[in-house]
């Protein structure tokens, strides 16, 4: 007589390299929970692992047949109604995804931010403040009133729409035969490889289901194989159970959002990865995420989402220590086109979360908080056009791959933006803040590179701040309070003069001279009040000295950071125009 089945633990394979089988994993991991949940298990947790090759799930305890057969009949996806007179099942009740009515809500919202935005009875405070009460409006009703799965399941009442309700309707309409078909999910998952095994079941359902690609970005209409073996354009099957785990797990833990391009909007997508991670807390971390997001342009928004994921993370993870990479692999993004009827997939990439972070205790996850915040809001007020998108990919570069010289690429970039906006009164760029930028490097820190001794160096100190005294400091200044003329074209003469040491050693001298020169005509000029500091001798000799030890283009670039930065008192606080963005 055959043993009642007991599952103890479960593999999904991974085979697609995309987001599909992270889907897969959530999914399962979901249904997992609910029946545990379902059957009052005690202290429930279900954990996923990535083994590499595949996934790995253990709940806290095995799932009996006893315990399925025991089970009532619940939604493992909740029914998706696409318009007002859609039909609902008569016994599901109010437990649906209502689209229409949820539309109505979020437009709403969109409505009142943009009344707000363009009346011009308001003053622009009165316009960042009336913005700010919508929003927080907004998050405190988000999973609430506002369903947090809305940005996604509204990507699926287009063309995923009848495979969405095949897949819904293999459980609703076979409900008497609920447990076997939960038997049938649980034993595909159970060993590894996943193979579909030839079931008798004693009823029938629609084992295939069509793959789509919102859930399998690789497996769309048109380019789903390695190699090209026809010239058909129809999508691929997909195994029921598969599929069905996929539009849970995406409707648990993925992310959509859209980006105007032109006159329409294209889609990215994103899906995180953890290398380990508790159910529970994967949909804590999501839901608190989802509520601030905001739709941005597409570097941008890789940018943002990396950097709101990871300090959505230290925030929230208070007992965590360690490299955050040991614990999140990153974030899949796919990026569909718009092409009128139908969207197509043009980029299937993965973003890593920051090799560097590395949290010892709370002191230094406040740190990188404060430090990735303060990054946030630089990247937030940068306009993505021209060259402006070269100077996000750096930064992008920089925070997926740990490239330390692709963030000074960036700082070498930014200085030369920044004194550009700053020229015309757009103070929502903001500078980059000394205090903040003294813990990065610090944290960035290495035997190799010696930034701490670098940045703490009195020569170093002193000729970055004749730089910012030159530069950022008066365009901070009133006009009519200026007693100097700005340098223009400073940052970007850094920039060209840092490629070799005697370049940079001749135009910091030269700099140097002038700038002492000029400081002291206004002194004689004003009585001998003086209104900055010379740069000593003794001081230029340590610039020197320090120049003779270290690469220039690293000396360089690290003036591009500190001789453009300011203490956090004299940065103006303007609001970045991100407020009146949309959250799609």
Known sequence: MEQPREYKEFFIDKNSNTYAETLEAYGLANLIDEILLRSNAGNRKVEIFDKGLYYQIKPSQSITEEMLLKLSYFQV???????????????????????????????????????????????????????????????????????????????????PYTG???????????????????????TFYSTIPNVVQ??????????????QQLYSPNQGKGLNQYKANNANMTNLDSYWVQELMKISGALQMMICQYVKVGSSYDLKIFVPEYKHILWSK????????????????????????????????????????????????????????????????????????PEFIEINDRKSANEWIEILNSQKSIISSIKEQGDAIQG?????????????????????????????????????????????LNLFYMNMDNQSLNLCEIIANKGFEAVAQAIRKSTVSLQYTPKDTRKFEIRYGLAQELQNK?????????????????????????????????FRANVKDEELKEFFCLLDKHPSRLIGALLASYGFALKAKEVKEEETEDLTEENE
């Open 77 to 159: 996806i909740k029914f998706l109604k696409k318009e007002a007179n859609t039909q609902v099942p008569n016994d599901i009740g109010n437990n649906f995804y209502d689209y229409p009515n949820q539309k109505k809500e979020f437009d709403e919202i969109k409505k009142r931010k943009n009344e707000i935005s363009t009346d011009k009875n308001l003053s622009a405070e009165e316009k960042k403040e009336k913005l700010r009460t919508l929003q927080n409006q907004f998050e405190s009703e988000f999973g609430k009133k506002l369903d947090e799965a809305f940005d996604v399941y509204k990507n699926m009442v287009g063309n």
């Open 164 to 186: 969405y309700v095949k897949a819904h309707s293999i459980l609703h309409n076979n409900q008497k035969q609920f447990s076997k078909l939960l038997n049938e999910i649980l």
């Open 198 to 211: 030839k079931i008798n079941r004693g009823f029938k359902i629609d084992e295939k289901l069509t793959a």
């Open 282 to 353: 994967a949909k804590e971390l999501m839901l608190e995420f989802k509520r601030h997001l905001k739709s941005v342009s597409p570097v941008k928004l890789d940018i943002l989402n990396i950097l709101n994921f990871s300090v959505n993370f230290i925030q929230r993870s208070e007992e965590f220590t360690g490299k955050l990479k040991n614990t999140i692999n990153g974030i899949h993004s796919v990026y569909q086109k718009d092409l009128g009827q139908n969207k197509a997939v043009a980029n299937i990439a993965f973003l890593e979360v």
């Open 392 to 436: 996000l990919l750096a930064y992008r570069n920089f925070l997926s791959g740990g490239d330390l010289q692709s963030f000074f690429k960036f700082c070498n970039w930014y200085s030369v933006y920044l004194m550009q906006a700053l020229d015309k009164d757009q103070y929502y760029i903001k500078p980059f803040k000394i205090e903040t």
């Open 498 to 530: 840092s490629k070799s040491k005697l370049d940079l050693a001749t135009f910091i001298g030269e700099f140097i001279a002038t700038y002492n020169a000029e400081t002291a005509k206004v002194v004689e000029k004003n009585g001998g009040k003086s």
